[in-house]
């Protein structure tokens, strides 16, 4: 948005109508590629499953197969009646539709609200005819318009792949699956929201949403682990969605408690932009401290003194996440046929005992959590660089090229921590419930997710160095784009092909796989090099501003 567009006549519509519609206008149009790409992934697997189980016993034995095997909702969601097309498309959709669902939500909320007052432009607005609690809400009506797309165009799709004989899906249900995918983009845009309201930046406020993601995907897989812990679906969005199951039970009473969850959310927001200046945030820092010499020698120690309570919180993330899985890989045992399961597990090519294949799984998800790390750092050296505190170090005899270098070193230092801990986290979990792993193993395995997250830094880096605008898009489009990829191409026989464009394709699910010298040497190379090259190109281009 410009800034003539910020402070545009309203028209006769008033200033909420119009901030309502440019926040649609600038999502609105992610919204709908979103749709077409939910109802494509709904209505492929609800025709593969038709071609490829047509009869009644083939129906009967994969749900034999899959069923039985209570550990596999911990990882992939809801297993109930995979015997029926229904119950097989909400499974089969469940983690990839939630996962890219929320964090879009996150992202757009983020971006409309905490990314524009970065900008300045916020300021502009409330510079109109309207007050912070106002364009709050209009904006998150805005994005609550770009959401309805997203149902509009899934429920669309549904209903024409339901026509079919082979499918029979009933408008009634359609329509409650559609509502059902929706629940997360709703609730975490309402998180989004607030969070934009506690952080003073947007990288901080997207850490915390992303934070909150995480705790809300791990109750969940709690919840999924066994009969004794289902109550606990009632606490997480994502349970919401699972509990409504579309197509076989029908139950629109879960819808409740998403939409005044997302009526909170959303009134906390707005009653929060009232209660702080533009450009500050609930947990702004304090403005009078104590001396602290640390870190104000150098600008390397300079950006360790503000960067290290950041990447401090991020590896106590990594090593909580972990230990969480950790724990629930003793729940998963119980009453499981680990042949079946373990045959499940091999569509992303694990295979060895069950323990180590549910480890290689959920390590995956580890990987995403530390590949994530390094977009706060760029997005760190990106608001260094636009807040105008760099010109004043470059003032001094400081060459950009070396003061990146220095970024990029505290970065992956970050990551190693985070991988070194994540390791003995999970064997602490497992052994807590009396799994039996090694630690040495656990401990190559947290540092096994190392490597592609430091390809991450590298290709955040490069971004900063030639558009530094796109960079912190570009880390999160990477490690999330890549994850979706590798999930669906596990899950889609027939886009198999696709997990050679992920990132993590190239990763070795340890401990259930062994890592190959080769490729590991590779990938920090890849990485190495994309970091040199990047503090070559930080000198070829003028200091960006807001």
Not at 376 to 396: D, P, Y
Request: some cysteine.
């Amino acid at each position: 948005m410009s800034t003539a567009d910020a402070v545009a006549p309203t028209g006769r519509g008033g200033a909420g109508v119009a901030v309502a519609r440019r926040a649609f206008g600038q999502v609105g149009r992610g919204a709908g590629a979103w749709a077409l790409v939910f109802g494509a992934t709904a209505a492929a697997s609800a025709l593969t499953y038709v071609t490829s189980f047509p009869t009644l016993a083939s129906r009967h034995a994969l749900a034999v197969t899959t069923g039985s095997a209570s550990g596999l909702g911990v990882l992939l969601g809801p297993v109930a009646a995979v015997d029926t097309v229904g119950g097989y498309t909400v499974y089969k959709g469940f983690v990839f539709l939630t996962t890219i669902g929320a964090v879009w939500a996150i992202l757009a909320s983020t971006r409309l609200l905490r990314g524009e007052e970065d900008a300045g432009r916020w300021q502009l607005v409330l510079a109109g005819d309207t007050r912070p609690a106002r364009a709050t809400a209009a904006t998150l009506a805005g994005l609550g318009a770009a959401v309805g797309l997203l149902f509009c165009g899934t429920t669309a799709i549904m209903l024409l792949v339901g026509h079919s004989p082979d499918v029979g899906f009933g408008v009634g249900a359609t329509v409650l699956y559609g509502l059902s995918i929706t629940i997360a983009p709703l609730v975490f845009a309402g998180v989004g929201a607030v969070t934009s309201q506690l952080g003073r930046t947007r990288r901080l406020a997207t850490g915390l949403g992303l934070a909150f993601f995480g705790v809300a995907f791990v109750i969940r897989m709690i919840a999924d682990s066994g009969a004794h812990t289902q109550w606990l679906l009632w606490l997480t969005p994502f349970g919401w969605t699972e509990l409504v199951r579309p197509f076989t039970s029908n139950d629109p009473w879960p819808l409740l408690p998403a939409g005044l969850g997302t009526l909170v959310l959303c009134v906390a927001a707005a009653a929060l932009a009232s209660r702080r200046d533009a450009g500050g945030g609930v947990l702004a820092s304090r403005d009078v401290s104590a001396l602290r010499p640390f870190g104000l020698r150098s600008p390397l120690g300079l950006a360790a003194r503000l960067e290290l309570p950041l990447l401090g919180a991020w590896c106590g993330g990594a090593a909580l996440a972990a230990f969480a899985l950790g724990i629930v890989a003793k729940v998963t045992t119980a009453g499981t046929a680990p042949g079946s399961l373990g045959d499940t597990l091999e569509n992303f090519g694990v295979t060895g005992s069950f323990a180590d294949q549910y480890l290689g799984v959920a390590f995956l998800l580890v990987a995403t959590l530390v590949a994530l790390l390094p977009a706060g750092q760029i997005g760190a050296a990106f608001e260094e660089e636009t807040s105008g505190r760099l010109v004043h170090v470059l003032a001094r005899p400081a060459r950009r090229g070396r003061l990146l270098g220095g970024r990029l070193l505290l970065g992956g230092a970050g990551v190693v921590a985070a991988g070194l801990v994540a390791g003995p986290a999970a064997w602490l979990g497992a052994r807590s419930q009396g799994v039996d792993l090694d630690l040495g193993t656990m401990v190559a395995a947290g540092l096994n997710v190392v490597p592609t997250a430091l390809v991450a830094l590298g290709t955040g880096a490069v971004a900063l160095s030639v558009a530094p605008r796109a960079a912190v898009k570009a880390v999160y489009g990477l490690v999330i784009g890549s994850l979706l990829v590798d999930l669906l191409s596990s899950m889609v026989s027939s886009l198999s092909w696709l997990g050679h464009l992920s990132l993590f394709h190239y990763l070795a699910l340890a401990p259930a796989q062994d890592p190959e010298v080769r490729t590991v040497v590779t990938t920090v190379a890849v990485a190495g090099a994309l970091c040199a090259l990047a503090t070559v190109l930080a000198g070829r281009r003028d200091v960006q501003s807001k």
